[in-house]
């Protein structure tokens, strides 16, 4: 089993920018597909974005978040630039429960094998 930590989170306002991050150990972190879901208040857990050998984001994200890995570190990272006050929410890392598979694989959650504790990001308007 995989432990992950986020990092990065806090207040910014709209149109700024935020990079958040999460460690990851426990396993071989280089072979798992890595993403980030997000959960707004009221709503529920949405897919944003994965990392494999190749990336796979949400409609509402692509162009503005920028998902990216070191595996040196064990880390990936969630550059969000243009925020708006929707991408409000507590964002969380996951881990794919298989080795090798695509980003794709990653967007929905029966396929996390493990999840970060979150991270809040709020966007002011």
């Known amino acids: 089993q995989v432990q992950l930590v986020e990092s990065g989170g806090g207040l910014v306002q709209t149109g700024g920018s935020l990079r958040l991050s999460c460690a990851a150990s426990g396993r071989t972190f280089s072979t798992y597909t890595m993403g980030w879901f997000r959960q707004a208040p009221g709503k529920e857990r949405e897919f944003v974005a994965a990392?494999?050998?190749?990336?796979y984001y949400a409609d509402s994200v692509k162009g503005r978040f920028t998902i990216s890995r070191d595996n040196a570190k064990n880390t990936v990272y969630l550059q969000m630039n243009s925020l708006k006050p929707e991408d409000t929410a507590v964002y969380y890392c996951?881990?794919?429960?298989?080795?090798?598979?695509?980003?794709?694989?990653?967007?929905?959650?029966?396929?996390?094998?493990?999840w970060g504790q979150g991270t809040q990001v709020t966007v002011s308007s």
């Open positions: 996951a881990a794919d429960s298989t080795r090798y598979g695509l980003a794709v694989s990653l967007s929905t959650e029966d396929r996390v094998g493990s």
């Open positions: 990392i494999s050998w190749n990336t």
